[in-house]
């Protein structure tokens, strides 16, 4: 309801201000998804429509030095209730002086470096259900103080209000097998989504590497997914613990070599454990003498809970290979596999764009698994192979 | 590089002396450093960029930049380019440390993201935003770039113009020389070309409609390249330059590239 309101009051300031003064862009989008099998859990969706949209509003005043940001967004599901819904991805005030930065609000931020997962990126909850490869983001409640140094930049942060993961409903697919039943979360803190999380980071670049340090206190942004009942059916109730982590991601640029890595270490009375990612991207420039870039992405994933992780990537590799076209309609595509070292399981996706005329973009996606072992955390997708295709307009 | 520079300012009054004197690389360089002197001092500079995609069929796609830049003694400029159309890459920025040997430092901002991601920038022959132009022709024109020879003087329309041969010295270059038509007042040029690996000709470079601001630097209203190989073009029409903006540092560092609107 609070959220509600708050919209209302930042639409109507932003009706209030002068309309040249405001920065206006954003999309709709339309998505089907198809896929080639019948579900695991009959109660789960067939092929599946919906839409989305994501407003974007922008103003600045003060010569740039001040700034408001409003980005509501919000999806329509045929079939997934729990896929069917809405967020402000950021509403913030932002304040830029000569060597300083403040940001109060609800906003968005990206730490690291690699492709195949974002180990040391923990400010921002994925919003799940939006995409299982966990690149969206929902907005957090933040006031960040950057201070800008010769020797770097040292963002902290104080985050009230923690937000909860998104998890495909009872009909929602792909999804988990069973279900995670939301209403069953439980929080290490007495004071749950109330705890206030606290995070530093340090970031810089020396000549050809660009590095960053992160320090973390709060509530884990990934629960731990136990086993319950609700009204007899088995599910997966969230536990979201206390933490401590550390993260480094360094990158090195050297010609056509990108080297990256990412590490943490994660402290909690519940899980105790250090994960990374680790690799390289090469990049073939102007292939077979066209305009056409090819780079092959390798990565190693790791977490030292062994098949214990609750991710599906403890001793993984990634492979993958991105197409940039350098086209008027900047046509790309990554094809990409990540298999486990010691099973016969693996996923392969592929993502592809290409823009139409000046303002509509289309999207390929397509997942397969190959589910062909012990790795559990797979088995549950076994069925959901998918394509999805996505027309949206950009104004 | 400063001390380089004196040397050659001195070899450039050495050579308006004894022009006779000299060979034509010589001469060459002494016009690539004269032109490089007159455009020092500008300080720092906002323009807007409306880029038009043209392919064989003559079908136009169109793209709108807001760039700023700013002038580093001693080595490359720095540069910000935020894209406003097409509307599905609005707000990603492109910031470019440039070197005149070492590797450009680049950095692109995407916005979806959120992601600052640091890009190789050995790719120098590659397309900048899918148009004819290659990043290496949009970079900051450094005279160690490029070793010279002075070919001939000549008259290119109403214009009395040097005509010079330049060899890219990075190995990663697309080219194998330039040919360039220089005004002989302006000291800016008003026509290239540009010869591929195997020495055929790619692409032809011409400019238009200079101005003149803070009553000494000249600065093209377009910039139009042809493309004689797959017969597309890209015009790039400047607007709205702007000098004594008081960028700084701080303009183009990578938290700028964040809140580039």
């Given at each position: 309801m609070s959220r509600l309101r708050a919209t209302v009051l930042c639409l109507l300031l932003a009706a209030a201000l002068p309309a040249q003064a405001v920065s206006w862009r954003g999309f709709v989008a339309a998505q089907e998804r198809l896929f080639s099998d019948e579900p695991a859990d009959p109660r789960q969706h067939g092929n599946n429509f919906s839409v989305s949209a994501q407003p974007e509003l922008y103003h600045e005043w003060a010569d740039g030095k001040q700034s408001l940001t409003f980005v509501p967004f919000a999806r329509l599901d045929q079939g997934d209730d729990e896929r069917t819904h809405a967020d402000i991805r950021e509403l913030a005030w932002g304040y830029v002086a000569r060597d300083y930065e403040w940001t109060v609000g609800i906003s968005k931020v990206f730490w690291g470096v690699t492709e195949?997962?974002?180990?040391?990126?923990?400010i921002n909850q994925t919003d799940l259900v939006e995409e299982l490869d966990g690149e969206e983001k929902l907005g957090q409640p933040m006031v960040n103080l950057s201070l800008i140094r010769d020797w770097g930049t040292v963002g902290l942060f104080v985050l009230p209000g923690f937000r909860e993961r998104t998890f495909a409903g009872?009909?929602?697919?792909?999804?988990?097998?069973p279900r995670v039943e939301k209403e069953l979360t439980r929080y290490e803190s007495s004071r749950e989504q109330k705890h206030v999380d606290y995070a530093v980071r340090w970031s810089h670049y020396f000549g050809d590497m660009d590095i960053g340090l992160s320090w973390f206190h709060g509530t884990s942004r990934d629960p731990l997914l136990f086993p319950a009942t609700d009204d007899g059916e088995i599910v997966l109730a969230p536990f979201y613990q206390i933490i401590d982590q550390a993260g480094l991601d360094v990158q090195l640029t050297k010609g056509n070599w990108l080297w990256k890595l990412e590490a943490i270490n994660r402290d909690g009375d519940y899980a105790k454990f250090r994960a990374a990612t680790g690799g390289f991207e090469y990049t073939f420039y102007g292939l077979f003498d066209t305009p056409a870039d090819l780079g092959l992405v390798m990565e190693y994933l790791y977490d030292?809970?062994?098949?214990?992780?609750?991710?599906?990537?403890?001793d993984d590799f990634l492979t993958g290979l991105r197409f940039t076209f350098n086209d008027a309609q900047s046509t790309d595509a990554l094809l990409g596999a990540i298999k486990d070292k010691h099973d016969d399981s693996f996923l392969i996706t592929l993502e592809a764009n290409r823009r139409l005329g000046e303002s509509w973009k289309m999207s390929l996606q397509a997942s397969k698994f190959v589910v062909d072992g012990l790795?559990?955390?797979l088995k549950s997708f076994a069925e959901d192979d998918f394509v999805q295709l996505e027309l949206g307009y950009y104004f | 590089m400063k001390k380089r520079k004196l040397l050659l300012i001195s070899l450039l009054s050495l050579s308006l002396n004894t022009a006779w004197a000299l060979t034509p690389e010589e001469k060459g360089l002494a016009i690539a450093v004269k032109a490089d002197e007159l455009d020092t001092g500008w300080g720092d500079q906002k323009q807007e960029l409306e880029m038009i995609l043209r392919n064989k069929q003559g079908q136009e796609s169109k793209r709108n930049i807001r760039g700023r830049n700013l002038e580093v003694t001693g080595d490359g400029d720095k540069s910000l380019s935020i894209f406003d159309t097409p509307a599905d890459v609005k707000g990603t920025a492109f910031l470019s440390f440039t070197h005149a040997i070492k590797p450009d430092d680049q950095w692109l901002y995407l916005p979806a993201l959120k992601r600052v991601k640091r890009i190789?920038?050995?790719?120098?022959s590659g397309p900048f935003m899918g148009s004819e132009f290659a990043f290496e022709d949009m970079s900051s024109q450094e005279v160690e770039k490029y070793t010279y020879k002075w070919l001939r003087d000549e008259k290119l329309g109403d214009n009395d113009v040097y005509v010079l041969e330049r060899f890219p010295v990075d190995k990663h270059s697309g080219y194998t020389r330039q040919i360039v038509w220089g005004d002989k007042v302006m000291y800016q040029p008003l026509k290239v070309e540009f010869y591929d690996r195997k020495n055929s000709l790619l692409k032809t470079l011409t400019f238009e409609g200079y101005k003149q601001y803070l009553d000494k630097f000249w600065r093209p209203d377009r910039m139009m390249m042809i493309n004689h190989q797959n017969g597309k073009s890209t015009d790039l029409i400047f607007r709205n330059y702007s000098f004594n903006n008081g960028l700084t540092d701080r303009d183009f560092d990578r938290n700028s590239l964040k809140r580039a609107r």
């Open positions: 195949s997962q974002h180990l040391v990126d923990i009872v009909h929602g697919r792909p999804r988990i097998i030292s809970r062994g098949e214990l992780a609750t991710t599906p990537f403890e790795d559990q955390s | 190789a920038s050995k790719n120098k």
